[in-house]
């Protein structure tokens, strides 16, 4: 009898020690009711692969997407949907530094979004709400890659969602039959489409999460950042968001920034992809649409290695169609058509090219016209203990993309050995971040430490480590003190 007692009580103090597992409250949103899970911090749930738009397979393929396809019952939404098609990605360079390997099966079918909140249910809450847009070229990556992790932002009090959308030849194929059948003589930009489908989906969907659909930071880094960008010359997106930050994807005139023409226009696109695909005997929006695919993910990489290797693939990126976008970037800029919200921009210190003269440019831009904005430069070099020899001269120092484990707080996720300095910076930017989320202003509701970049207090905000709490070998030297003016 003494010994049952003694496990008795041994049970219910175990039991009194065990985390309680919080239930996710059940939300009915567009399409159904749905029902995320729990994260690792306490009264954060997070909802994976919700469908925002109609698989856009068979004849929606190329099409601009389409409504939800309603549900029945209780979506579980406890795993992340598909990513877009793409190339399978090997050991080596950035698949080593993410960490690929536990995503959904790249598929079309790939318009799904992920929420993460601490307020589910509580319609009255009005928390800020951001929408993460990943890199990757516009033919590759997801919203959900290891260092996405939007636990961190939703303990912040931001709602964050992130998405998929499609890429490659299926996000981003002109073509002059697709553009005959699309009632307004455009084609192209079925990706950018999607993103600003998925803000629709905020719009109407975001307060059953807590967030406010009043209040949309859309951010976005590499090709990310070049969507953002184009989303803020899109007529198609306004009155959607009401900030943006820009990351490692150039200022005003700067070569990253010439993506959205694609070196041609429209039809010159248009035409080229045509003689790729009548080569191939796809010379119809039937076969275009039956044909696998496989296939058409690799048509004009094998027509190009028929041809000589002379570089006639397809090119994947926005192009100015006079629907979803009306010209470039860098002409809205100038001509003040440019999305009328506070911007953060930035780069890193050994990124794709030197983007500081660009961002300045940009900035100086919208000071001419009485209007914030906040650039930096992230100077970390990232510490790196050798236990990776396939990692590339490419991904030393302070390099494109590095600034992502940062951001989101996601080191954790990461095989470098951080030390207690990577940490702090850490959560300096994710507060500088969440904060521009709440209040347009990284340093919060009054101002402080970092500056808006003006012409006549040209400040970069710099991110980098004290010497103490640094490795001193890296490629490229991180900037002296905490800004750095461009003239």
């Not at 993506?259 to 992809?273: D, R, V």
């Not at 070099?381 to 990692?391: A, I, K, N, Q, T």
């Amino acid at each position: 009898m003494k010994r049952s007692i003694i496990c008795i009580a041994a049970m219910a103090m175990a039991l009194v020690g065990c985390k309680q597992v919080q239930e996710s409250p059940i939300l009915s949103i567009e399409g159904g009711d749905v029902q995320g899970v729990a994260t690792e911090i306490d009264g954060v749930f997070a909802y994976k692969g919700i469908p925002y738009a109609a698989p856009p397979i068979n004849d929606l393929r190329w099409k601009a997407p389409q409504p939800v396809v309603a549900w029945k019952g209780v979506l579980k939404a406890d795993k992340y949907g598909h990513p877009g098609y793409q190339s399978v990605h090997y050991e080596g360079g950035y698949t080593t530094e993410w960490g690929y390997g536990d995503e959904s099966p790249y598929s079309e079918d790939c318009l799904y979004l992920n929420v993460w909140t601490k307020a589910a249910g509580k319609t009255d809450k009005k928390l800020p709400v951001a929408l993460w847009i990943h890199g990757g070229g516009y033919r590759e990556g997801w919203g959900t890659e290891p260092e996405f992790d939007g636990q961190e932002w939703a303990n912040k009090d931001v709602v964050l969602v992130t998405i998929n959308y499609r890429l490659g030849v299926f996000g981003f194929l002109t073509h002059p039959d697709l553009m005959a059948e699309s009632g307004n003589n455009a084609a192209g930009n079925y990706g950018i489409l999607d993103q600003i489908e998925s803000l629709k989906w905020i719009k109407k969907n975001i307060a059953q999460f807590g967030g406010d659909p009043d209040n949309v930071t859309i951010f976005g880094q590499s090709a990310g950042g070049g969507s953002v960008r184009t989303i803020c010359e899109s007529p198609l997106a306004r009155g959607l968001f009401h900030k943006a930050v820009i990351m490692s994807a150039g200022g005003i005139n700067t070569a990253s920034n010439r993506a959205p023409a694609l070196g041609m226009t429209l039809e010159q696109s248009a035409n080229n992809n045509k003689k790729i695909l009548d080569w191939a005997g796809i010379n119809s929006l039937e076969k275009m649409r039956r044909t696998s695919t496989e296939v058409m993910h690799t048509v004009a990489t094998i027509y190009d290695q028929v041809n000589g290797g002379q570089g006639f693939w397809f090119r994947y990126a926005p192009v100015v169609d006079g629907y979803c976008s009306k010209e470039s970037f860098d002409e809205a800029a100038y001509d003040g058509s440019l999305a009328n919200v506070p911007y953060m921009i930035g780069y890193t210190l050994n990124d794709l090219g030197d983007m500081g003269e660009g961002i300045a440019k940009f900035c100086f831009n919208r000071d001419s016209i009485g209007q914030k904005s906040y650039a930096y430069q992230f100077a970390r070099p990232l510490p790196d203990d050798g236990s990776h020899p396939e990692v590339t001269q490419r991904l030393k120092g302070a390099f494109h993309s590095s600034d992502l484990w940062y951001v989101f707080k996601s080191l954790k996720h990461c095989w470098r050995p951080w030390t207690k300095g990577d940490w702090d910076l850490s959560e300096k930017m994710l507060t500088y971040w969440t904060n521009f989320a709440k209040y347009s202003n990284p340093n919060g509701a009054t101002d402080g430490e970092w500056t808006p970049c003006t012409r006549e207090n040209p400040n970069f905000m710099v991110f980098k480590l004290d010497e103490k709490d640094a490795e001193s070998s890296a490629m490229g030297t991180p900037l002296k003190g905490d800004s750095q003016r461009f003239n």
